[in-house]
């Protein structure tokens, strides 16, 4: 019985299968690709864990708990299964002015709030909307964020102490001399072993071997070189429940109100967006109400126990992807090894360099950024190739959501813009002498204007036929349009009949008392907007 309940709450809210057995079952073989997977995503989730809390002013422990966390819940219920999620830098720099006003206290409750805002997106399956996302976008937003881990890394080339946070990749010193030499020649070594490690054999993650044959190399020389502990101690215990310290009261809600809601849809779409791209590479499709619903209860859960809150991380997703990771196991392994580490792995994980790091992403920026994109730019529209750069330049500038919204304003006006400047009729006259206006293209808000151009009222004869079985009805602007063309027409005291259109558009219309010819081939599509006989005023719903 508990089951048919859960199954049918999950078809209402068309959730997918929440199993994560994969179709061939697990084997040993299986197993162990999935296990090292994620304990190659655990080790890169450290670094960037601790980096994330510094650039948010907070604890590193509150960085590696929402790492835990987040990523252990989206694993378990998560909508793609080979999705990595964690502590990111979208979020982390939206909570730093959080955190110097107001506290950490704040940060935990917005944390939570964040994560109920998600689940209630999730259960309206808002989270559909992001196919609204064109195809240049998402080319811009795979390219900038491919050059975002990169100048990410860049911090790891610079003398520990002398880049503050708020400086960003330009700030800091550089290493010079023969600490840049060592760093560059583990970096490439790194980068040499993933590339050559698939040619041998697959029996281990190709970033595992390199992280493990570089480790292996300084700490048996012993070379002076940085280390995972050099950022910060990673030692710690389990996280434990915590009810954020906060008044109930109106301000409270007025302060955390406003940060949760940034931190919600920017937490979604990078999430979603890499959905998309994980499913592209895996061949999976669906579960973007899934995801947002996953990513809030891991938010709430990771607020009410001291983290930071997270959403997906492409890059290391990519890193579980390449890996071999293509089940929940890999992720929820991720998760127990990066709990391990804190608890008792600490002293071994801290002597890591950070040069094997760094070549493990450099290797994911390379396999992250579209490089065919570069060759297709030529061959697509002007405004598609000026999405991609436009996307690729804000996420570099600004954050990864702010682009997407910014890519899909603008190909959502090119869209507009180019639909616009279709519209046109062809004329022609019938045996009765009545003129014929054969309208095609979309009538919209673009194309309203033009539409009533295309008439002459003073010139026609006495009967005019307005045919729209080529055209589409799409707005209230476009029911406006033909009402003015229509009382034009009445005006000089001659007759206008309106010819295919759809159900809604001939009950508007006749109660506006125009004559709406009805006919056994008129299209089916609805228009989404309701007119007041009234006041003849058209609203949307």
């Not at 400086?167 to 490439?188: K, R």
């Not at 760094?358 to 598609?384: C, E, H, K, Q, Y």
Request: charged share 15%; hydrophobic share 55%; net charge neutral.
């Amino acid at each position: 019985m508990p089951r048919a309940i859960l199954a049918s709450f999950a078809k209402r809210l068309a959730i997918p299968d929440l199993r994560w057995m994969p179709d061939e079952g697990f084997s040993p073989s299986r197993v162990r690709i999935e296990l090292l997977s994620g304990l190659t995503v655990a080790l890169a989730l450290v670094p960037e864990a601790v980096a994330f809390a510094f650039v948010a002013g907070v604890n590193p422990l509150v960085g590696l708990y929402a790492a835990f966390m987040v990523g252990l819940i989206t694993a378990l219920i998560g909508g793609r299964p080979g999705m990595i999620s964690g502590a990111t830098g979208a979020l982390a720099v939206v909570m730093v002015a959080l955190v110097a006003q107001h506290g950490v206290e704040y940060l935990f409750a917005t944390v939570v709030l964040m994560g109920l805002l998600q689940i209630v997106f999730g259960v309206m399956q808002w989270g559909k909307f992001i196919r609204l996302v064109p195809h240049p976008v998402m080319l811009g937003f795979v390219n900038g964020l491919a050059i975002v881990i990169f100048l990410a890394q860049l911090g790891q080339f610079k003398v520990p102490g002398s880049m503050a946070a708020s400086e960003g990749f330009l700030g800091g010193e550089w290493l010079s001399g023969e600490p840049m030499m060592l760093m560059l020649g583990l970096v490439g070594l790194t980068m040499a072993i993933i590339w050559v490690m698939p040619r041998l054999t697959r029996f281990v993650p190709a970033p595992l071997a390199g992280i493990g044959v570089v480790a292996g190399l300084v700490i048996f020389m012993g070379l002076d070189v940085p280390r995972v502990g050099d950022l910060a101690s990673i030692k710690g215990g389990l996280p434990a429940f915590h009810i954020p310290m906060v008044p109930l009261s109106w301000e409270t809600l007025e302060i955390i109100l406003p940060y949760s809601i940034i931190l919600a849809a920017i937490g979604l779409i990078e999430s979603l967006l890499t959905l998309n791209l994980v499913g592209e590479m895996t061949g999976k499709r669906g579960g973007a109400s899934q995801e947002c619903i996953a990513q809030g209860l891991a938010n709430t859960a990771t607020g009410l126990f001291g983290g930071m809150g997270g959403c997906a991380m492409i890059g290391q997703s990519m890193i579980n992807v390449k890996s071999g990771g293509r089940t929940r196991l890999a992720g929820i392994a991720a998760a127990v090894f990066l709990l391990l580490f804190i608890l008792v792995g600490a002293p071994v994980i801290e002597q890591i360099p950070l040069a094997a790091l760094v070549g493990v992403m450099f290797m994911v920026v390379i396999g992250t950024f579209a490089w065919n994109s570069l060759t297709i730019m030529a061959r697509v529209p002007l405004m598609d190739a000026f999405v991609t750069v436009l996307v690729t330049v804000v996420t570099v500038m600004e954050d990864l959501a702010f682009a997407v919204v910014v890519g899909v304003i603008v190909s959502a006006l090119a869209y507009a813009w180019n639909n616009a400047r279709r519209i046109h009729a062809v004329k022609e006259m019938d045996d009765n002498g009545a003129r014929i206006y054969r309208v095609q293209g979309p009538l919209f808000f673009g194309s309203s204007e033009g539409f009533v151009e295309l008439f002459d009222p003073k010139d026609d004869p006495a009967c005019v036929i307005v045919d729209f079985a080529d055209s589409r009805v799409v707005d209230q602007s476009a029911l406006q349009a033909i009402e003015a063309v229509a009382s034009k027409y009445q005006a000089q005291g001659k007759e206008i009949q309106l010819r295919h259109l759809s159900r809604d558009c001939h009950k508007l219309l006749n109660k506006a008392g125009h004559l709406v010819v009805d006919s056994d081939d008129d299209p089916d599509y609805a228009l989404a907007v309701n007119y007041s006989v009234r006041t003849g005023i058209l609203g949307g719903h």
